[in-house]
């Protein structure tokens, strides 16, 4: 029920090309998709975000696509760069009672932009 | 310091030591996360604090002790610890309230168990 699906586990793009990342999930009180960029000896960056009353939200060459009813959605990276190389992670979340939020994570893609 | 600071980056320990992992925010947060990182998993959040409140456990096992001091500060103490224990550990933080609740990484401490 907490599960995030990511895909592909790896991805190998030209420069200049579309990169694209899709994650699927169940629990439909998840609140909040974030997106994360993580390069090696570092933690993850927020990369980009969307709420789920939203269908699309770009920033720069990274869109989120955001598909409610089949309850998935995906990561574009446009004209892809070498420096692009990375680790990319969805995530879900859910508010906590408390305060703050828990985040449930997919298993990562790597991503490797080639010349 | 800016963002989220966390020492030491790396750390070797014997099962039999104790050792704490130290995580400063300097973003004006009110909510603390401590997340674990293996090889072919994913993130795997461990603890919540909000407001020096711990409010979320993740089933995770008594060897790990966190704490928090204040809205700056978290710690994870750790002993007794297993080899299969070895990961990164990455602190956050994040508002508790209001907004979408953005969660800003450290960059972790690389921890082997010998």
């Known amino acids: 029920q907490q599960q995030v699906k990511q895909s592909p586990q790896s991805l190998i793009v030209q420069k200049g090309g579309i990169s694209i990342i899709n994650c699927a999930y169940e629990?439909?009180?998840?609140?909040?998709f974030p997106w994360y960029q993580q390069f090696p000896g570092k933690g993850p960056a927020l990369l980009i975000a969307?709420?789920?009353?939203?269908s699309e939200k770009k920033e720069g060459r990274f869109t989120i696509s955001f598909n409610k009813s089949a309850k998935q959605f995906s990561l574009h990276i446009m004209d892809s760069q070498p420096g692009d190389s990375a680790t990319y992670f969805c995530a879900a979340s859910l508010i906590l009672t408390g305060g703050g939020n828990k985040l449930t994570f997919g298993t990562g893609t790597q991503l490797k932009v080639e010349l | 310091e800016t963002g989220v600071t966390q020492t030491p980056r790396h750390l070797v320990m014997g099962m039999t030591n104790k050792k704490s992992l130290k995580c400063e925010q300097h973003?004006?947060?009110?909510?603390m996360y401590w997340y674990k990182q293996s090889a072919k998993k994913p993130l795997e959040l461990m603890f919540v604090?909000?407001?020096?409140?711990?409010?979320e456990n993740n089933s995770v096992p008594s060897r790990f002790s966190p704490e928090c001091p204040n809205s700056s500060h978290l710690f994870l103490h750790l002993h007794t610890l297993q080899p299969e224990d070895s990961a990164l550990y990455l602190c956050?933080?994040?508002?508790?309230?209001?907004?979408?609740?953005?969660?800003?990484f450290g960059p972790g401490t690389r921890l082997t168990v010998t």
């Open positions: 969307i709420r789920p009353d939203v």
């Open positions: 604090y909000s407001l020096e409140e711990r409010v």
């Open positions: 973003l004006g947060h009110n909510a």
């Open positions: 956050a933080s994040s508002l508790r309230t209001g907004g979408l609740h953005e969660q800003y």
């Open positions: 629990n439909t009180a998840f609140d909040y």
